[in-house]
């Protein structure tokens, strides 16, 4: 038998990310964009591109897209802050993009 923390447990690899936000890709879908300038990005882009964060581990934060969460809101966005992970939140296209940025802990600090 293993000891606790044997092969297999021990290989990691660094990322840059303060924090984790999920984005429903399936309700990003649904609202057909809604973020951004213009309008018509979809959420995790629009944050990502408003907070100059790059993409992958290198970034200072990481904005993933997910499947579906079971929440399934009408005209709304599920996401869910990995610092925060007992209050999904759900976002209604154009919302002010910095305001989200604090509350989903993705602020100044995140910036890349
Ligand atoms: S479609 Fe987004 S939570 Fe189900």
New binding site residues.
Partial sequence: MEAAGGRGLKDHVRANWRNVVLV?R??SK?IDGGFGPDGDERLARALRRHLSLKKGRKAAAGIVEVG??????KGA??VVDGADSREWVLVRPGADLDELAGTLHLGENARA
């Fill in positions: 429903c399936k309700c649904k579906c969460l079971g929440v399934c809101p966005v599920t």
